[in-house]
């Protein structure tokens, strides 16, 4: 569990492995960055202060994608399937997720995409609450 000095909140599951490559946060100031890196595992991420800059950037890379982050609860893991990355947003502006062939918005509470090792993402498509359960409780504390 680590909050930020934004107040961004990032809740990783076990054995997950996460870094920080860039954060820059000044409240006088309106430029904001949130660069890292997430390779395994799972992460739960409440965005804070960060998001209300003029310009801000809010990106966790993946080895399939990368999760752009508008201002949102959301949820991503490696735990639904071999070589794949499930995404779900709780609530908030958005996310997108993009690989090097195109890239998937979700705009809508309840709703997620799963990344193949090899293809494009899937479309946004609601996620049941069996799974919603599943996935939030590999963050719970």
């Known amino acids: 569990h680590v909050r930020m000095r934004d107040d961004t909140v990032i809740e ?6 996460f870094t920080f490559d860039q954060y820059y946060f000044s409240p006088q100031n309106a430029r904001a960055v949130a ?15 960060l998001m209300q800059a003029a310009n801000p950037t809010f990106e966790i ?7 752009g982050v508008r201002g949102t609860v959301f949820w991503g893991g ?4 071999d070589n794949s990355l499930d995404v779900a947003m709780l609530s908030g502006k958005g996310i997108y997720v993009q690989n090097a062939l195109t890239s998937v918005d979700i705009n809508t509470a ?5 990344v ?4 494009m ?7 049941s609450k069996e799974k919603v359960a599943i996935a939030l409780a590999t963050t719970e504390i």
């Open 78 to 81: 490696f735990i639904f399937g």
């Open 61 to 67: 890379r993946t080895p399939l994608a990368v999760i």
């Open 116 to 119: 193949q090792a090899t293809g």
């Open 110 to 114: 309840g709703q997620g995409i799963t």
């Open 12 to 17: 990783l599951g076990e054995a997950s492995t």
């Open 121 to 127: 993402p899937s479309q946004a498509a609601p996620w």
């Open 35 to 49: 660069l890292m890196t997430f390779d395994s595992g799972t992460l739960k991420t409440s965005t804070g202060r």
